[in-house]
Structure formats: structure tokens, C-alpha cells
């Protein structure tokens, strides 16, 4: 069956079709998944019952995947487990658990590891348990949002560089969330506010929680601009919300695409995600 798509918004967003990642890719249908991955963003694969070996394999195809960080529920080296489900017992954590706390900065917008030096190309997610209602993950694309800015902002973003801060974003839930540990494995790093896509050439806002400030300017009033910019992007027009049904996949570009779960009762429904993070190739500024 050939690789076939249907655009879930006007400005972003594919489902595609013909693949069964469980069964393998072939080279040419690889290919086309990343045409749509580059001109798309954000790509959804339904019914694909697949375990960690798999989604570990065909996340690789697109480049090396980084690892997960120190404290998050369920870490190993390549696959982050994104969860109310303890681990050890199998069974639903109390609300007030910790680790539901730490996971509910997930329902911030952001992007994956943009307080990595290197921050993150795509990240694959894959829905093991889901929720009957509710839980969705909502998508923006920087990259409309960039198009329709004037052209006075557009010049003043230019060059501009953000402090992107993982104790930051956290802290923004609970100051004791980032432990010492956690803070040296992800100190403050900068990243560009606008960033291009080699493949296509076209440009995006780059913003979300984990932008801390802007270098050289005075920390409140940046933050105010940051905010405003992650507002502009996550304009409904500029929006996509993906209700999960068992066995998605869904791939989102990093480097363009603003990201947040939404909550679900946690203290009934089980929901188990498993995810892969695709590494970047290089620092985004100096």
C-alpha cells in the first residue's frame, strides 16, 4: 500500500496512511514520511500496535535519539515512559504523588529539550493506554505564526537569542521539582528565538515554558516578550488537538512546533505513553 496523507489543519498537521511501522518501511516510503515530517510538522500514524524495540528502530531512521532526563517517571536510556501508572505495582498513582506533580509541567507549552545545549529534532509518541475521553495533546505551529508577524517584529526577533532553563520551567509548578543533580545535567543554555528549517528553508518562532529570558535584556520585560510570543503561536488558527485512540503514533518537529498535554482524571483512567527523541545536529546559537 503506497504512503498516502489528509491535512488535519491549514497550517500544519498530517495523517498518514499506508504504513505499518510493526511490519518495516521501505527506503521510499521513508522517504515520503520525512518530505511530510519537514512540510508538515506534526505527523499522526493511527493503529500502531508496536512495542519499544520497534518505535525504538524506526525513530532512528531519522537520526541518533537522545537519552531521557535524570528524574523523569520510568527513564532508561532511549524511551521516556510518560505515566500515572506506578511502575512497580502497577497501579494508578495517588494524585498527589510527585510524580504526577513533576509530569504536569507536560501540560505547559513547550518543546522537548530546548534546555539542552543540542535541543531535540522530533520526538515520537506512542499511546499504550489512553484515556476514554479527555487527555488529548494540543500542537502549534511556530512556523504560521512566524509568517503572519509584522514585519517590525519580525526584524526585532531577528538574532535574538533566549536562555532556555529546565529548573526554570519547573519551577514555574513547584520550586523543589529540580533537584542539584538535575540542575547540573541541564544548566541554562541559549537557543535562537527564530530558526529555519534546512530542508524547506522556512522559519519559526521559537519559543515555550523552558525560555527563561533573552540574553543582554532585562529579564522581566523579556519574559514578558517570550510570553507574548508563545500567545501568538498557540492562536487557535495556528493549533492542532489530537484525541488519542490506542496505538497512535504521533511525530511533532521540535525545531517549529509548540506541545502540551491536557489532563484527564488521573485518579481513574489509566494512560501510558511511551516516547523517542530524535537529536538534534547542532547548537541553535553560540
Known amino acids: 500500500m503506497a504512503v498516502t496523507f489528509r491535512q488535519l489543519t491549514p497550517a500544519f498537521g498530517a495523517e498518514v496512511s499506508g504504513v505499518d511501522i510493526a511490519k518495516g518501511v521501505s527506503n521510499s516510503d521513508f522517504a515520503e514520511i520525512a518530505r511530510l515530517f519537514n512540510d508538515y510538522s506534526v505527523l499522526v500514524f493511527r493503529g500502531q500496535h508496536i512495542d519499544d524495540a ?18 523523569n517517571v520510568g527513564a532508561g536510556s532511549e524511551i521516556a515512559v510518560i505515566s500515572n501508572v506506578d511502575p512497580e505495582t502497577d497501579e494508578i498513582l495517588p494524585i498527589e504523588d510527585w510524580r504526577n506533580v513533576y509530569n504536569s509541567g507536560n501540560e505547559m507549552w513547550h518543546t522537548d529539550s530546548s534546555f539542552k545545549r543540542v535541543p531535540a529534532t522530533a520526538s515520537l509518541l506512542s499511546g499504550r493506554e ?22 517590525a517584529l519580525k526584524e526585532e526577533l531577528d538574532g535574538l537569542v533566549a536562555i532556555h532553563d529546565f529548573a526554570y520551567s519547573r519551577g514555574l509548578i513547584r520550586g523543589d521539582l529540580v533537584d542539584e543533580a538535575q540542575r547540573r545535567e541541564t544548566p541554562p543554555v541559549p537557543q535562537a528565538v527564530v530558526r529555519r528549517n534546512p530542508a524547506n528553508g522556512r522559519r519559526n518562532i521559537y519559543a515555550g515554558a523552558h525560555a527563561s529570558h533573552i540574553r543582554g535584556r532585562d529579564i522581566e520585560e523579556s519574559r514578558a516578550l517570550l510570553r507574548s510570543l508563545t500567545d501568538r503561536i498557540v492562536q487557535e488558527r495556528y493549533t492542532y488537538t489530537h484525541s488519542w485512540r490506542q496505538g497512535d503514533l504521533v511525530m511533532w518537529d521540535n525545531r517549529c512546533c509548540l506541545h502540551r498535554g491536557r489532563p484527564w482524571n488521573k485518579g481513574k483512567y489509566r494512560r501510558m505513553m511511551h516516547r523517542t527523541t530524535v537529536a538534534g545536529i547542532g547548537p541553535t546559537a553560540a
Open 130 to 151: 489512553v484515556p476514554p475521553e479527555e487527555g488529548e495533546t494540543e500542537f502549534a505551529t511556530g512556523r504560521a505564526a512566524w509568517d503572519d508577524l509584522e514585519d
Open 54 to 71: 520497534r518505535q525504538i528502530a524506526f525513530s532512528r531512521r531519522f537520526g541518533p535519539l537522545e537519552g531521557t532526563v535524570r528524574s
